[in-house]
């Protein structure tokens, strides 16, 4: 089983140290385990968690939301549907973001082809 230091899962995840300890006080991410020394070493499972999480994040879902998350997907199968809910839900949301922005950047673009028009 592949394990990984602190600093090669801040390279691998874009994390940082205070970020990963964060959230393994909040229980965001189940306890990692520890060297014989005491230090934190990451298993390839703890990465995919993370990459969920980077990904759910970067989207905008709120903390308490990630943590509601974790607790069905570690509760087991029986919460799929609770869990294909809470990610449709922030779908919905992300695609509304989607619209925005792209409602703001049809907008630039404007900008860009007035300014050009009056050169």
Sequence with gaps: ??????????????????????????????????????????SQEDLGWLGTVRCLRDTGMPIAQMLRFAELTRAGDHTIPDRIKLLEEHDQQVQGQIQNLAARQQYIKNKISYYRSVL
């Design 1 to 42: 089983m592949s394990v990984y230091t602190p600093a090669e899962v801040v390279e691998e995840t874009g994390f940082s140290i205070d970020t990963l300890r964060y959230y393994e006080k909040i229980g965001l991410l189940e306890r990692v385990g520890r060297n014989a020394a005491g230090q934190r070493r990451f």
